[in-house]
C-alpha cells in the first residue's frame, strides 16, 4: 500500500512540475502579447494626435470621423444651369462680355468674332481676338449669356439664338 502511495505523490509531483512548466510557459507568451500590445498602442497615439491636430486644423470635428447625422454641413457646388432667355445677365458696366453682348445685341444676329475685336479696336485700344474668343467660349461653355452658334461665331440665349 505504501508503494502505492508513493507511486501516487510521484505522479502528483510530477503533474505539479509539468503546471510550473505549463504556466512558466503560459506567462513568458502573456508578456509577448503585452509588449505586442504597448506597440500597437503607442503607434494608435500617434494616429490619433494626428486626427486630433487635423481637427484643430479645420476648427471642430474631422468631418469623415463623425456620423452623417453629426457631419458639418459643407458648401455644396452649385451647378449652373443654361439661363432662360427671359433672364438678363449681370456683367460689371464696361466689362469685355457686356460690350460683347451689347454689340449682339445692337446687331440682333450671332456675331463673329473678329468683328466684335473690329469694334472693340476702335477706341484706340489693342485687343486680342484669342483673350476675346477666350472669355467668350468660356462664357457659353457654362452656359452664361452666350452660347456658340458657329465657328467663332456668338449670339445670345436671352434673344434665342441657337447652335447651328
Excluded at 498602442?41 to 491636430?53: F, H, T, W
Excluded at 458639418?72 to 452649385?78: A, N, S
Amino acid at each position: 500500500m505504501t508503494g502505492n502511495i508513493v507511486a501516487v505523490q510521484d505522479l502528483i509531483e510530477a503533474a505539479e512540475a509539468r503546471i510550473l512548466e505549463i504556466r512558466a510557459k503560459a506567462e513568458v507568451e502573456i508578456g509577448k502579447i503585452r509588449s505586442n500590445l504597448a506597440e500597437q498602442s503607442a503607434k494608435l497615439e500617434g494616429y490619433i494626435q494626428g486626427i486630433k491636430d487635423a481637427t484643430r486644423a479645420n476648427g471642430g470635428a474631422h468631418p469623415q470621423l463623425l456620423p452623417p447625422s453629426e457631419a458639418p454641413k459643407t458648401r455644396k457646388t452649385v451647378r449652373r444651369t443654361r439661363r432662360r432667355a427671359n433672364s438678363t445677365p449681370k456683367f460689371r458696366q464696361g466689362s469685355l462680355p457686356d460690350r460683347v453682348r451689347a454689340m449682339v445685341l445692337k446687331s440682333k444676329k450671332p456675331i463673329h468674332l473678329s468683328e466684335v475685336v473690329k469694334q472693340l479696336g476702335r477706341g484706340g485700344k489693342r485687343v486680342a481676338l484669342q483673350s476675346v474668343e477666350n472669355r467668350i467660349s468660356a462664357l457659353a461653355r457654362k452656359s452664361h449669356t452666350f452660347i456658340r452658334t458657329g465657328a467663332r461665331t456668338y449670339g445670345l440665349i436671352e434673344m434665342g439664338h441657337a447652335p447651328k
